[in-house]
């Protein structure tokens, strides 16, 4: 199972995961980034492209 973190602290909203692994990652009502943690059917390719665009490097995936 993969475990996804966004270091809130980082995030700067840019929404380029949200672009890359919309199944992961959304924009709320808000405009602030939420996404699935333990997402199970998830392109792994998607996923990796999400971290790769993230322009502040606050995305990481852990295999537990």
């Known amino acids: 199972m993969m475990r996804v973190t966004v270091d809130m602290n980082l995030c700067q909203t840019h929404a380029q995961c949200v672009f890359a ?13 939420v996404y699935d943690a333990t997402p199970d059917d998830t392109d792994p390719r998607a996923l990796d492209e ?5 322009p502040v490097q606050a995305i990481t995936v852990d295999e537990t």
């Open 21 to 33: 692994a919309p199944e992961v990652f959304a924009l709320d009502e808000d405009d602030a980034l």
């Open 50 to 54: 999400a971290i790769r665009a993230c």
